[in-house]
């Protein structure tokens, strides 16, 4: 009776996925976090490039204007508007001034599932532009 219950592999298959499928679940949602974040990233430095080419053509933008529009850009992320930060300052370098946009995102401790077990700390957007006199 024995050997025939350790030859019986009925409910192998069954044993196997549970081991695997947490794994597996652990690093969809890893993957899942990790994109989520770069895009976020990328999004923030794409509205930081678009806020300082603004200023670059529009010589008579004022910070307050280039930050008004790249918070326009960001306007589209479902993210925790309390965390984001959009700052636009004049940059005089000799002849040439230069607009300078830095948008941050301080990204949640345990990502946005809450259970992330790193901080991924901060995205951040940032460009700088001549404006053209």
């Known amino acids: 009776m024995r050997r025939r219950l350790m030859r019986d592999e009925r409910g192998a298959a069954a044993v ?3 081991l695997v499928f947490p794994v597996f679940i652990a690093m969809l949602i890893a993957i899942i976090e990790l994109a989520t974040f770069f895009w976020t990233r990328n999004t923030l430095q794409f509205a930081a490039e678009e806020a300082a080419r603004l200023a670059m053509v529009n010589t008579a933008a004022t910070p307050a204007a280039v930050q008004a529009a790249a918070s326009a850009k960001l306007g ?3 993210l925790d508007p309390a ?3 959009v700052t636009a300052v004049l940059d005089p370098a000799g002849v040439v001034t230069f607009m300078k946009v830095t948008t941050r995102y301080a990204w949640p401790n345990g990502g946005i599932t809450g259970i ?3 901080d991924l700390g901060e995205a951040v957007g940032e460009a700088r ?3 053209v006199q």
């Open 16 to 18: 196997e996925f549970a």
């Open 76 to 78: 589209t992320l479902t």
């Open 83 to 85: 965390r984001l930060t």
């Open 116 to 118: 992330l077990p790193v």
């Open 129 to 131: 532009m001549p404006m």
